[in-house]
């Protein structure tokens, strides 16, 4: 049997040639990656034969789901059958497969399966670490440039709730959406919802530092210097 070392290598060539399509994907893949091995220290139950697969895989189909005109693909659902084939071609066993594949399908907020195993915990953990503190504030504008939207609204968030929110929390117009706006809806939210308790530390200095960021980009376009 080859050593897990080499599938690992092996999995990291398989998810560098998808991802590199936009580098941003990549490194944000890494990064899950290293925070997902420093938490493992902590959490020492987690499994690191299901974890670093999992981390390494985790948004193998997020090219599918973006350039997916329908709006239907789940890159989490897609992105655990994906990684099923890729795991099978390595030779890993059914049940650490079936493992990942549960930490795959859980990693996202919307796609209805939570995560109940510490290794799903960690990698959810991870993953959205990424898009709070200075990280998430630059991902974000790079996202949002391609998207067309503004840099700060004023509006008060219950308006716009009522106006670009749907139910199930989906915006309508993405053009009138904007940074700010996603921290109030739902990134200052993020401490709470985290499992590990390193990463609730690490999550709760960030959200400080995006407090602090949006105050001082609130006076700055008001004039208040
Ligand atoms: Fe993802
Ligand atoms: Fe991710």
Redesign the pocket.
Same mark, same amino acid.
């Given at each position: 049997m080859e050593k897990m070392e080499e599938k690992y290598e092996k999995l990291k060539e398989i998810v560098y040639k998808e991802l590199s399509y936009a580098a941003h994907d990549l490194d !944000? #893949?890494m990064r #899950?990656y290293h925070y997902c091995l420093y938490f493992a220290e902590e959490e020492k139950e987690a499994d690191p034969k299901v974890l670093i697969p999992a981390a390494l895989l !985790? %948004?193998i189909a997020?090219k599918q789901e973006d350039e997916d005109p329908t709006g239907k693909i789940d890159h989490a659902v897609l992105g655990a059958e994906l990684a099923e084939k890729i795991l099978r071609d390595l030779h890993f066993e059914p049940l650490l497969i079936e493992k990942i594949k549960k930490c795959i399908r859980a !990693?996202r907020f919307r796609s209805g399966y939570s995560p109940d195993t510490i290794e799903a915990k960690i990698l959810f953990d991870a %993953?959205k670490l %990424?898009v709070i503190g200075a990280v998430g504030i630059a991902r974000s504008y790079m996202l949002a440039g391609q998207h067309g939207e503004r840099m700060y609204s004023d509006i008060p968030i219950a308006e716009y709730m009522k106006e670009n929110v749907g139910e199930n929390g989906r915006i309508k117009d993405v053009t009138k959406h904007t940074m700010n706006l996603e921290y109030e809806l739902k990134l200052k939210m993020i401490p709470q919802r985290l499992f590990t308790e390193r990463a609730k530390k690490i999550a709760e200095k960030r959200i400080d530092y995006m407090e602090n960021f949006f105050d001082t980009l609130r006076n700055e376009i008001a004039g208040k210097n």
């Open positions: !944000h #893949v #899950v !985790h %948004d997020r !990693h %993953d %990424d």
